[in-house]
Nanobody, 117 residues
Framework: VQLQAFGGGLVQAGGSLRLSCAAS????????MGWFRQAPGKERVFVAS????????YYRDSVKGRFTISRDNTKNTVYPQMNSLKPEDTAVYYC???????????WGQGTLVTVSS
């Protein structure tokens, strides 16, 4: 059972990146898939989430209108599309799975996103 995150890298401010999180090893149909990020010296914070079953999404205020999270149920993969990136988006991004319990109980490895000014 694992989550694998991909797609981080270096991008200039104003640019775009698409991350992906591939889930395997269990049925995720009732899960909520979340993305979190941790900037250097700061706590990890929620970024966005999507329900596998309903597609309902949530975003932190600072990324609304810039980030879009989607899912491909056939590939068990979640994609946060990040546009208009800002230097303050620089962080290690983590995907996680919540079995609709309110707790994320499965975490993937982080992927580093660096936005240069």
């Amino acid at each position: 059972v694992q989550l694998q995150a991909f797609g981080g890298g270096l991008v200039q401010a104003g640019g775009s990146l698409r991350l992906s999180c591939a889930a395997s090893g269990r049925t995720f149909s009732n899960y909520i898939m979340g993305w979190f990020r941790q900037a250097p010296g700061k706590e990890r914070v929620f970024v966005a989430s999507i329900s596998w079953s309903t597609g309902r999404t949530y975003y932190r205020d600072s990324v609304k209108g810039r980030f879009t999270i989607s899912r491909d149920n056939t590939k068990n993969t979640v994609y946060p599309q990040m546009n208009s990136l800002k230097p303050e988006d620089t962080a290690v991004y983590y995907c996680a799975a919540d079995p609709s319990s309110g707790l994320y109980d499965l975490w993937g490895q982080g992927t580093l996103v660096t936005v240069s000014s």
